[in-house]
């Protein structure tokens, strides 16, 4: 651990060795090594490789922000190639410096290099200034390691990595997050290097390298096997190895029976924050250790929730294997890995792979292979594999399946809640969301807050109404099928509430009312797509430090951005659907909805990510904008003030009925559903709400489009 070091306040070169003294030894009680620097030279590794080898064995990685330095000639070509990132041009500049390699490091090195880059243990981006000025160079010399108990160091000085800064008369100064008065500089540079990875540096664009080079530099290999071992190399030798870590809380002792009494087959119903994950682990290894072998395949539907499964199940003592688009050997490695299973060689497998890979056919191949009786599959947000394009991952070969979702039936599509239903047989146990807040969840306070369409909007909400109402009279249409042009109509209206216009002016004024009470912190923000970037500048001109969390932001910089949002670095998340499902903000206490569909798997995932219990957390707040009629208007057509109520209520009829506020809440909307004389609609819940549409024969605006997040 990084608190185990002697360190200095300051590193002279004159008394010390920088590299050997004090960034070896930081790098290898690390997890993560972010270094910004302004020159770097591979010759470095030769003097740094026992630190990088080590950070390879814990688990760890390397991420280098580090200044092109080319030919002023090589200059424009270098430009060209960042805007397109395969440049002929780019390519032949680049691999210039690839023979270089070849031609000056030690073959060792260079080997080890290789492996690095191939198992993306060491990743390498350039910062490049924005205006494009062949004079401007990233000049910075800032390393930051963190360990795994989240313990931080920075270095910053003058420091070159390279052999020849080796030589010069340089020095560092040294900062730990767990030294009074050191923190402030720690979060920073922390800070510095997380606006620089996510792209939020308004002097410096930062630009991976291509895959063709990235491809060129993994060519450098000189064996076919690595020269350290990486964490998921070790072997566990025993079946002992499997063990249960923690006391399991009575209900989860429950849960994990219960799933045992129904020949390990059914799902969990359990509200986002009740421990699923352990659960579903802790009766994975109570079957192992019943049937001494075990092929454990575990389903999560992003990148982010696979890292999180990875983290969970070492700690169970199972050795993971990642099958998604990170890990291109994947397919080799699992076959590997079902070989020693059915050799006896090995007792027990664990493969993670994330919805898209498992519904490939190359990976139920693979799978296949597994002896029935030995396979269980443990779906992660399984009510997503109902839908038609992922239901090859339910491996119709695993006789034990378990699924885990806080919202089991799929919305507006009863052929996937079949397919589920018949796949699990049955839900085998639950934990509701009444049950759970404050024993295991945080008690929140509720806060809806109405809003209008403008003139403009609710003449196109009444048009859209209406050519919805032409076409679905037109196709017979009802819940079973959708036309295309229908669905068009439905996700246009959809959108054209999540955007309202009056919510950014709501906006302003909620962040108002917070700051009124203090610095703005653990603040998560939901908006409509295609809207994060208008959010952030709202909560950056309010003085918000804040950043977005999608997917066009890579895994590394999520990571990084979660990091900073635990850590009090970033204030706030601007998210649309990235933190919908799984990811751990235990720390987040506020949440903002701008937007949200009619899904109450949307919305159930949301609200769970700020009701998990955290130190100095004794309640959490949502506030919800709920778009509804207009009661002081009196032309609103009444049809049309139905339609947006049923739209919204079934969400707040959801969210009151647990909130520690109910009535006070309940008291906001009120007099808007007495007008339009539609009052016993406050307490309809999702489902109710779909039977009573049903009943109706009516659509609602986001029936059915995962490509809009709305299933």
Same mark, same amino acid.
């Given at each position: ?9 300051v ?17 290898s009680?690390? $997890?993560?090594?972010i ?17 990088i080898?080590?950070l390879a ?5 390397a %991420? ?13 070509a270098?430009?060209?190639?960042? /805007? ?7 390519h ?8 270089a ?6 073959? +060792? ?37 963190i360990?795994e108990a ?11 990595d390279? $052999? ?19 923190r402030?500089?720690?979060?920073? !540079? ?18 991976? $390298? ?14 076919s ?8 190399? %070790? ?5 002992a ?5 923690v006391?399991?809380? +009575?209900y ?21 924050g ?16 019943q ?6 395949v575990i ?9 999180q ?5 070492k ?9 998604s688009s ?17 050799l006896?060689?090995?007792?027990? /497998? ?13 990976f139920a ?8 009786d030995?396979?269980m599959?443990?779906?992660?947000e ?9 239901? *090859?991952? /339910? ?7 378990l ?5 089991p ?11 589920l239903?018949d ?22 306070e ?20 209406? *050519? ?6 037109t ?14 109509l ?50 950056s ?27 009090g ?6 998210a649309?659907k ?23 798997r949307?919305f ?5 990510? %700020? ?5 100095? *957390? +004794?309640?959490?707040?949502?506030? +919800?904008?709920l778009?509804l009629p ?9 049809? $049309?003030?139905?339609s ?11 969210f009151v ?11 906001v ?8 004389g ?11 709400m !779909? ?15 995962d490509?809009?997040? %709305?299933l």
């Open positions: 651990m990084l608190r185990d070091l002697e360190l200095y306040d590193y002279d070169s004159a008394k010390t060795n920088l590299t050997e003294d004090l960034m070896v030894p930081c790098i009680n690390s $997890i993560l090594y270094r910004g620097v302004g020159f770097f030279t591979s010759g470095w590794l030769r003097l740094a490789t026992k630190g080898v080590q064995m814990n688990g760890g990685k %991420i280098f922000i580090v200044s092109p330095h080319i030919e002023e000639e090589d200059w424009e270098m430009q060209r190639g960042i /805007l397109a990132k395969d440049s002929p041009e780019l032949s500049l680049l691999v210039k410096n690839i023979d390699l070849r031609a000056t490091l030690e073959q +060792d090195t260079r080997n080890a290099l290789a492996w690095l880059i191939a198992d993306g243990i060491l990743e390498f981006h350039f910062a490049v200034p924005r205006n494009r000025d062949p004079l401007c160079d990233y000049h910075d010399k800032v390393g930051l390691c360990d989240e313990n931080r160091v920075v270095f910053h000085g003058s420091f070159n390279s $052999i020849k800064g080796t030589m010069n008369g340089e020095a560092f100064s040294v900062f730990r997050s767990w030294t009074d008065g050191q402030p500089y720690v979060d920073l !540079h922390d800070r510095r290097l997380t606006e620089l990875l996510a792209n939020a540096n308004s002097q410096f664009e930062v630009v991976s $390298i291509p895959k063709v080079i990235k491809d060129e530099l993994i060519r450098l290999r000189t064996t096997f690595r020269p350290y071992q990486c964490q998921n190399d %070790i072997e566990y030798p025993t079946n190895t499997i063990v249960i870590p006391e399991l809380r +009575d989860q002792k429950t849960a994990v029976q219960a799933w045992l009494d129904a020949e390990c087959i059914g799902m969990y119903d359990m509200a986002t009740t421990g699923k994950t352990i659960t579903a682990l802790a009766a994975a290894a109570t079957l192992f250790h049937r001494q072998s075990l092929a454990l389903l999560a539907p992003y990148l982010h929730l696979v890292e499964w990875v983290t969970e199940v700690q169970f003592g199972f050795r993971p294997l990642c099958c990170e890990n291109t050997n994947w397919e080799s490695q699992l076959y590997d890995t079902v070989n020693a299973l059915k006896g060689t090995q007792k027990h /497998l664990c493969i993670i792979a994330t919805h898209m890979t498992a519904a490939t056919q190359k191949d693979a799978i296949n292979r597994c002896a029935p030995h396979l599959l443990l779906a992660d399984t009510h997503a594999l109902g839908a038609m394009n992922l239901r *090859k991952a /339910l491996l119709p070969t695993a006789t034990f399946r699924g885990l979702s806080a919202t039936k799929r919305w507006y599509d009863a052929e996937g809640t079949s397919v239903s796949y699990y047989r049955s839900v085998v146990f639950e934990m509701p969301i009444e049950q759970a807040i404050g024993p295991f969840l945080t008690p929140y509720y806060r809806p807050v109405p809003v209008c369409l403008n003139s403009t909007e609710l003449d196109e909400y009444v048009e859209l109404t209406q *050519k919805i109402g032409r076409v679905a009279t196709n017979n249409v009802n819940e079973e099928g959708i036309t295309p042009q229908l669905n068009m439905l996700i246009k209206r959809s959108r054209l509430v999540m955007k309202a216009d009056e919510k950014y002016e709501r906006l302003r004024q909620i962040l108002q009312q917070l700051l009124e009470r203090g610095p703005v912190q653990h603040l998560l923000v939901y908006c409509a797509p295609g809207e994060a970037g208008r959010v952030v500048k709202i909560l001109g309010s003085g918000i430090l804040c950043h977005r969390f999608t997917h066009e932001e890579s895994l590394d910089v999520r990571k990084q951005l979660l990091r900073g949002f635990q850590t670095t970033i204030s706030a998340l601007v649309i990235c933190l919908d499902e799984g990811v751990d903000v235990p720390e987040s206490q506020t949440a903002i909805f701008l937007a949200s569909t009619t899904n109450p949307e159930v995932q949301r609200r769970g990510r %700020i009701l998990r219990h955290a130190k100095s *957390k +004794d309640f959490a707040s949502i506030f +919800d904008m778009v207009d009661a002081h208007a009196g032309n609103t057509d009444k049809e $049309i003030a139905k947006l109520i049923r739209r919204e209520m079934p969400r707040f009829a959801e009925s647990s909130a520690k506020n109910e009535y006070a809440a309940k008291e909307v009120e007099p808007i559903l007495d007008y339009f539609m009052t016993n609609y406050m307490d309809l819940r999702p489902w109710e !779909h039977g009573k549409m049903a009943e109706l024969r009516e659509i609602e605006s986001d029936s059915l489009s490509d809009e997040g %709305i």
